[in-house]
């Protein structure tokens, strides 16, 4: 530990912390690291310092805080900072957060620079730049989601009668068309952008003002610098605003959560196509761009993309349970993880998209395994029973269960299926033929059939798809509106900062 006490010296990190003041003795070295954060990190983030500087300055001029005078001489040396780097600028200071002070001070003096922190604390400093962080994310991943929703609905479209088989507990259940599963995969989406832009409205809401818990005596208008922040109102507890239990320092849990769900979403899709994309199913192929190969074996073809998506949903989840553990035990909140999960979950989204751009359908393969061997369609030999003949569903699906026992004892497949064969089957059961037609259940064989018959709101049938994607681009198109009218109230606020910034300094 460096034990030197010459008053004056400051710590990384920490540049309020003047050997001789408080403490005698510098940092130890992990506290400065802690403390200053991890660089990358901190260079993203730089950006959001020098914002919320400036608009505390603004705010702090306009209440007559400070004279004219000094909020000028600061706002003047902020903007030069700009002129050499922000980020650049900052880092050479060694004192993250407090990296503003801690130029203006150099550049100025204590007498003017030391001004800049009254009304504030690290505590709202960080709880601010973590909430602009976390909006910027936001908004990346509502834009990547609809992208993402966009390719759902057109591969859907091209697909309305591509017929494949679905599955449950990994085995054929029933058939369908490709359109509707990837519809099905849109909805989901459709609920993640609800979900997010329900996340900025709460993330979107200022802590500035409230500095550690009680806010400050000083005749601060925290109103006044939520509007120059883009903020679209004030956090109304001081305490919650900094220390709330659903998430320290500005860090809401959801800024986890919901991320979180968007990528087991999109990773739920790559385990589709990852298994689908398998020798044994053959259903799809991805373009070579998104694939490896191998050192050995040089037919390979190896989803490389998809399992790299697999991966990052495991470190997706590791990171919110890691977070919900810290926040359990009182952790001060240290979030290190929240940017690499942003980066994956965003990353995961749009590398999703290229993925079904690019992607090609094997249709005659599908359709081959939703005629095949497999008793598709033994639920719709069911319903037939229960249509032409009037049975109870359960009478009907007992019989029919044992028309597949005998089937596949006899090795037949559901192609091979007769009247007589289910007359068989029903006396077995209920020891009288049904006398089911032919035409009956040769329709009830067809898996396109199959899938026309199922008209009801929200089917496979073809005309429903259709519905549904006319429904989901109306609804994509509404959202690209919602994000646009946040992009520009935001481009407001950047622009109402500078022109309060050009009136104090004249």
Same mark, same amino acid.
């Given at each position: 530990?460096?034990k030197?006490?010459i008053y004056?010296k400051?710590?990384?990190?920490?540049?309020?912390?003047?050997?001789?003041?408080?403490?005698?003795?510098?940092a130890?070295?992990v506290?400065?690291?802690?403390?200053?954060?991890?660089p990358?990190?901190?260079?993203r983030?730089y950006?959001?310092?020098?914002r919320?500087?400036?608009?505390?300055?603004?705010?702090?001029? #306009?209440?007559?805080f400070?004279?004219?005078?000094d909020?000028?001489?600061?706002?003047?040396?902020?903007?030069r900072?700009?002129?050499?780097?922000?980020?650049?600028?900052?880092?050479?200071?060694?004192?993250?957060? +407090?990296?503003? #002070?801690?130029w203006?001070i150099?550049?100025l003096?204590?007498?003017v620079g030391?001004r800049i +922190?009254?009304?504030?604390s690290s505590?709202?400093?960080m709880a601010?730049?973590?909430?602009?962080?976390i909006?910027e994310?936001?908004l990346?991943?509502?834009?990547?989601?609809i992208?993402?929703?966009?390719?759902?609905?057109q591969?859907a %479209?091209?697909?309305?009668?591509?017929?494949?088989?679905? %599955?449950?507990?990994?085995?054929?259940?029933?058939?369908?068309?490709?359109? +509707?599963?990837?519809?099905s995969?849109?909805?989901?989406?459709?609920?993640?952008?609800?979900?997010?832009?329900q996340?900025?409205?709460?993330?979107?809401m200022s802590?500035a003002?409230a500095a550690?818990?009680?806010?400050?005596? $000083?005749?601060i208008?925290?109103?006044?610098?939520?509007?120059?922040?883009g903020?679209?109102?004030?956090i109304?507890?001081?305490?919650?605003?900094v220390?709330g239990?659903?998430?320290?320092?500005?860090?809401p849990?959801?800024?986890?959560?919901v991320?979180?769900?968007?990528?087991?979403?999109?990773?739920?899709?790559?385990s589709?196509?990852y298994? /689908? =994309?398998n020798?044994?199913? =053959? $259903?799809?192929e991805?373009a070579?761009?998104?694939?490896?190969? =191998?050192s050995?074996?040089?037919?390979?073809?190896n989803?490389?993309?998809l399992m /790299?998506?697999r991966?990052?949903?495991?470190?997706? $989840?590791?990171?919110?349970?890691s977070?919900?553990y810290e926040?359990?035990?009182?952790?001060m909140?240290?979030?290190?993880?929240?940017?690499?999960?942003?980066?994956?979950?965003?990353?995961?989204?749009?590398?999703?998209?290229?993925?079904l751009?690019?992607?090609?359908?094997?249709?005659?393969r599908?359709?081959?395994?939703?005629t095949?061997?497999? /008793?598709?369609?033994?639920?719709?030999?069911?319903?037939?029973?229960?249509?032409?003949?009037?049975?109870p569903f359960?009478?009907?699906h007992?019989i029919?269960?044992?028309?597949?026992?005998?089937g596949?004892?006899r090795g037949?497949?559901?192609?091979?299926?007769?009247?007589?064969l289910?007359?068989?089957?029903?006396i077995?059961?209920?020891?009288k033929?049904l006398?089911?037609s032919?035409?009956?259940l040769?329709q009830?064989?067809?898996?396109?059939?199959?899938?026309k018959?199922?008209?009801?709101?929200?089917?496979?049938?073809?005309?429903?798809?259709?519905?549904?994607?006319?429904?989901?681009?109306?609804q994509?198109?509404?959202?690209?509106?919602?994000?646009?009218e946040?992009?520009?109230r935001?481009a407001a606020?950047?622009?109402?900062?500078?022109?309060?910034i050009?009136?104090?300094?004249?």
């Amino acid at each position: 530990m460096n034990k030197d006490s010459i008053y004056g010296k400051v710590a990384k990190g920490e540049p309020y912390r003047k050997a001789g003041a408080r403490l005698t003795e510098d940092a130890e070295d992990v506290q400065k690291r802690t403390k200053l954060g991890d660089p990358e990190q901190q260079m993203r983030e730089y950006k959001f310092y020098h914002r919320f500087d400036k608009a505390h300055l603004v705010m702090l001029a #306009e209440q007559g805080f400070h004279t004219r005078e000094d909020a000028a001489r600061m706002l003047q040396a902020l903007r030069r900072m700009e002129q050499a780097g922000i980020e650049k600028t900052r880092a050479e200071t060694e004192a993250g957060e +407090h990296s503003g #002070e801690a130029w203006l001070i150099t550049e100025l003096g204590e007498d003017v620079g030391g001004r800049i +922190h009254a009304g504030r604390s690290s505590g709202d400093f960080m709880a601010v730049t973590s909430r602009i962080f976390i909006r910027e994310f936001i908004l990346k991943l509502m834009d990547a989601s609809i992208a993402l929703r966009k390719q759902l609905v057109q591969l859907a %479209s091209e697909n309305v009668d591509t017929v494949m088989p679905a %599955s449950t507990w990994s085995q054929h259940a029933q058939p369908t068309t490709f359109a +509707h599963y990837a519809m099905s995969w849109e909805l989901s989406l459709e609920n993640d952008f609800s979900r997010l832009k329900q996340l900025y409205e709460r993330v979107n809401m200022s802590p500035a003002g409230a500095a550690i818990m009680t806010g400050s005596r $000083y005749p601060i208008k925290r109103e006044r610098t939520a509007e120059l922040l883009g903020f679209d109102g004030v956090i109304t507890n001081t305490r919650y605003a900094v220390l709330g239990f659903d998430g320290w320092l500005g860090v809401p849990a959801e800024a986890y959560t919901v991320p979180a769900l968007l990528m087991m979403n999109v990773s739920g899709i790559a385990s589709e196509l990852y298994l /689908w =994309s398998n020798t044994e199913f =053959s $259903y799809v192929e991805l373009a070579d761009r998104y694939c490896g190969t =191998s050192s050995i074996m040089p037919q390979k073809k190896n989803p490389y993309t998809l399992m /790299w998506i697999r991966g990052a949903a495991a470190r997706t $989840y590791g990171h919110l349970a890691s977070y919900l553990y810290e926040m359990h035990d009182a952790c001060m909140g240290y979030t290190r993880q929240l940017a690499p999960t942003l980066d994956d979950v965003l990353e995961a989204t749009q590398i999703m998209t290229g993925v079904l751009a690019t992607l090609s359908l094997k249709k005659d393969r599908m359709l081959a395994n939703a005629t095949g061997l497999n /008793w598709i369609c033994a639920t719709d030999i069911a319903d037939a029973i229960v249509l032409d003949k009037g049975l109870p569903f359960r009478t009907a699906h007992q019989i029919v269960a044992i028309l597949v026992r005998l089937g596949i004892s006899r090795g037949l497949t559901q192609a091979d299926v007769t009247s007589a064969l289910v007359d068989e089957a029903a006396i077995e059961y209920m020891g009288k033929p049904l006398g089911l037609s032919e035409a009956s259940l040769r329709q009830a064989l067809t898996p396109i059939e199959c899938i026309k018959a199922r008209t009801l709101t929200g089917g496979p049938a073809p005309e429903r798809v259709e519905e549904d994607i006319a429904r989901a681009r109306k609804q994509y198109a509404t959202d690209e509106n919602i994000l646009a009218e946040i992009s520009q109230r935001l481009a407001a606020s950047e622009s109402r900062l500078e022109q309060a910034i050009d009136q104090i300094i004249g």
